[in-house]
């Protein structure tokens, strides 16, 4: 499954483009679902904390399922990193076919390594 380009779908809250989707998958576990996601950072500086969700929406815009990523993330300028998480309430995420489905992450704010800030 692939993210589709950020700028087809605006976030609700945040914005679309710092952190970018590249891919996502959704298997099941022991415990139930979980996501493996790959993202790129196109900040121009080291992140030290964010505050992003992962966000899963129908492509009439209902939203199937979200993942608050955790803030502790660094990632520096230009990275990709692949992760993965356990899925809370997925039912919908996994009973949508994936070419009905949108997925971004949506961030609010950064702290970066320098000590300054950006809300989004």
Request: aromatic content about 6%; charged content about 30%.
């Amino acid at each position: 499954m692939s993210a589709l380009p950020a700028a087809a779908k605006d976030c609700k809250i945040g914005h679309p483009d710092k952190l970018v989707l590249i891919s996502w998958s959704s298997k099941p576990g022991k415990l139930g679902p979980y996501i493996e996601f790959a993202f790129r950072s196109d900040m121009s500086k080291s992140t030290r904390s964010i505050d992003a969700t992962l966000v899963f929406e129908g492509v009439e815009g209902s939203e199937l399922a979200n993942l608050k990523l955790d803030p502790d993330i660094k990632i520096a300028a230009g990275e990709t990193k692949t992760m993965k998480d356990a899925m809370i309430a997925g039912d919908l995420l996994e009973a949508t076919a994936s070419e009905n489905v949108i997925a971004k992450i949506c961030t609010r704010s950064v702290e970066f390594d320098d000590g300054t800030f950006s809300d989004f």
